[in-house]
């Protein structure tokens, strides 16, 4: 087995979820497009690292080598680093933040303890009490289907981008190519998916799964390996 792979739900505010892996030997995986802003810290031959992701747009092959640790943090829609605008980081344009002596994180002109995943909600919570993580509360309304009230639409579609690095309606389509996968490797059929998803057609379904997951439907169903949703 290449890889070992554990999740748990956030309890910070702006916390999606916390995830933690193991690369045993060299793993090929899917990265699936996403919506979201992750914090990640990777384990190798040089010590730990901190890296800052944006949303992900369509999905990449990627390889991991191997005794590799890896864990992260997602946030939810909203919660960003203004110090690293989502636009600037997306579609694996990675920022990895300088190491200190020690093993120490330089951000911000401060140097900052590197965290474990025992205790990486903690650092979060100091990134928001520092203002270095906000959450922006309009652009969680927006992202639920809510008005946003005393604030004009474009307003609220120039935060909801600048929060978020893509548009209300990319984060949309993402999210619904996102749900369709899961059921499909679930063992989900085609046309739950096409239901789950609300595409038109299995034709529509499956130019989604090729740009959101890399795999069509039927190789979703048949187990296509490690997806990184």
Known sequence: MGLTFDEVPGEVPGVERVWAARFDTATAFASVAKASTMLSFA?????????????????SLLTCPPEWEFFG????????????????IADLNDARLPTLAGGRIL?????????????????????VRAGLLVIDPLVEDVHRGERSRGVSERTAQIRFRRAVGVSRRKVASIERARAAARLLVAGG???????????????QLTRAMRWATGHTPNGLRTGPGFLAF
Not at 43 to 59: C, I, K, N, V
Request: hydrophobic fraction near 40%; aromatic fraction near 12%.
């Open 107 to 127: 951000l911000d002109n401060r140097d900052w303890e590197m965290p474990t995943v025992q205790n990486v909600d903690v650092f979060v919570a100091r990134l």
């Open 73 to 88: 943090v997602e946030l939810r829609v909203g919660a960003y680093l203004p110090l690293f605008p989502p636009s600037g």
């Open 43 to 59: 384990q190798g031959d040089a010590g730990w690292s901190m890296y800052l992701h944006g949303p992900e747009t369509r999905a």
């Open 189 to 203: 059929s085609i046309a739950e998916a096409v239901s789950v998803g609300g595409y038109y057609d299995q034709p």
